[in-house]
């Protein structure tokens, strides 16, 4: 097939399975071989970011951010995900592979066609030049994401396989490359964004902040924490000290402006309603209460993420007051229409300081967090306490900062095997610390024809 007939079919798929997302750019792009200006480059990177996954909701139901209510008897597929049904994972998987690798194509299609646009002023050197940056970052993100999904665990060694690393638009029969080389391609990439000036003024571009933010979880990804205290210090240095304010944190939940955020997809769709029934029965999962119950009243994180409900029980006449989730939610049960998804805001950056620093044997540690826990208007915690039990008040407090967020997902992969090793003891699911299912399956489609890749460990690779 001609690379030019194969770019048209490429663009057609990517726009039939894409999410339904807008950004503010009136013409969705749908032919890569017509980029000839930096505007047209700019309109197929708009087509990548219209196809971003956004496996939030889904992640949340396998980590323990949520309880199911009576009326998970009314949706089947939902209470397998919520279960870990191996069907069901295997069709999450499917749905996020091919997602994250459209993306990754349309960015293939503009890296392979930038060297061929001419610019006829400096100023469209300069646009093309971000568009470049952004769309590196793009990508290195939904490696990033696919590499924690689709991968072991990182302390289970560097050589174990990793992901698929796909540099060129061409189909490819391509083996998955190891961890440690799927890092060091994702860090390349960040870093090599970082080359040009890109801080966009709106917070639905990728720029310099978000590869820094990357490239902190990233170094706290494989444990190099030295780096990731010191890419966190970068991005903090960078915005005032009190940009965690009260309004700053509800912005996060409305359609304005919010300093906290880094970078947020824009949207004119529902978002999160997956998790609703009924506005007058209730959603099929509320919060789990062990993590309700460790929020403080006055905690911001608790108004924006807890909306009691009373429920009508199960038993005729019976009412509960139940825990649901606010955030998204709390904007769907409202019928506000939402425009932010917010992917990376810059409390994750304290955060990420803190449990680095504390990992290090650092005394900032404590500082870290309450800084971060003042604006919050949170609890703060003892400065006395043990590495360990300070490790362990930092990522509940990441639990809380980011419940119903999908973070909590991979914070479990990452520690299960030492601090979260009992994460479910308050739920009906029994899923151990070395339970195969935390490593997603790779979907058949990939492999069927594809005699160079690698099935995870526990997962039958069928053959027809």
């Not at 993100?141 to 590499?147: V, W």
């Not at 924006?304 to 409900?309: K, L, M, N, R």
Request: glycine content about 4%; hydrophobic content about 35%.
């Amino acid at each position: 097939m001609k690379i030019k007939q194969y770019l048209s079919v490429l663009a057609t798929a990517i726009f039939c399975c894409a999410c339904t997302l807008d950004i503010p750019y009136e013409n969705q792009f749908s032919d890569p071989d017509a980029v000839a200006t930096p505007e047209a480059a700019r309109e197929l990177l708009a087509t990548a970011y219209n196809s971003l996954p956004n496996p939030e909701f889904d992640l949340s139901c396998l980590a323990d951010d949520f309880e199911t209510t009576y009326l998970i008897s009314k949706n089947t597929s939902l209470a397998n995900q919520y279960n870990w049904q191996p069907a069901a994972l295997e069709s999450l998987a499917l749905t996020l592979w091919q997602g994250y690798y459209g993306v990754i194509a349309s960015i293939n299609a503009l890296l392979e066609r930038i060297p061929t646009v001419a610019c006829a002023t400096p100023e469209e050197e300069e646009a093309l030049q971000i568009v470049e940056s952004e769309a590196k970052v793009l990508k290195a993100a939904c490696y990033f994401d696919l590499l924690r999904l689709f991968a072991p665990a990182y302390d289970e060694g560097g050589n174990q396989p990793g992901i698929v690393l796909k540099d060129r638009l061409e189909m490819e029969l391509l083996a998955r490359s190891p961890i440690d080389s799927c890092v060091t391609a994702i860090r390349n990439l960040l870093t090599a964004s970082q080359q040009t000036v890109c801080q966009p003024e709106d917070c639905y571009w990728l720029g310099n902040s978000s590869a820094e933010y990357l490239l902190a979880e990233l170094a706290l990804y494989t444990g190099e924490y030295s780096e990731a205290a010191r890419h966190a210090e970068n991005l903090l240095d960078s915005y005032s000290d009190d940009v965690l304010s009260e309004n700053s944190y509800a912005g996060l939940w409305s359609d304005g402006d919010c300093p906290e955020r880094i970078f947020s997809l824009y949207t004119t769709q529902s978002f999160y309603t997956a998790i609703n029934y009924d506005r007058e029965k209730g959603d099929y999962l509320t919060v789990n209460r062990a993590i309700v119950t460790q929020f403080d009243p006055n905690d911001l994180r608790y108004q924006a993420s807890i909306q009691w409900f009373r429920m009508p029980g199960q038993i005729i006449g019976d009412t509960t007051d139940v825990p649901n989730l606010g955030k998204y939610n709390r904007l769907n049960w409202e019928q506000t229409e939402i425009r932010y998804i917010n992917k990376f805001r810059l409390s994750g950056a304290y955060l990420v300081l803190a449990e680095a620093y504390c990992r290090l044997g650092d005394s900032r540690a404590a500082t870290v967090l309450n800084d971060y826990l003042r604006q919050r208007r949170a609890t703060l915690t003892e400065t006395s306490l043990s590495r360990d039990d300070l490790l362990k008040r930092i990522l509940e407090e990441r639990h809380k900062e980011f419940i119903g967020e999908g973070t909590r997902y991979f914070d479990l992969k990452r520690c299960r095997k030492d601090l979260l090793q009992n994460w479910c003891s308050t739920s009906s699911r029994n899923i151990n610390a070395n339970d195969y299912r935390w490593t997603f399956p790779i979907p058949k489609e990939e492999y069927l024809y594809n005699e160079f890749m690698e099935q995870n460990d526990g997962w039958t690779k069928i053959e027809s």
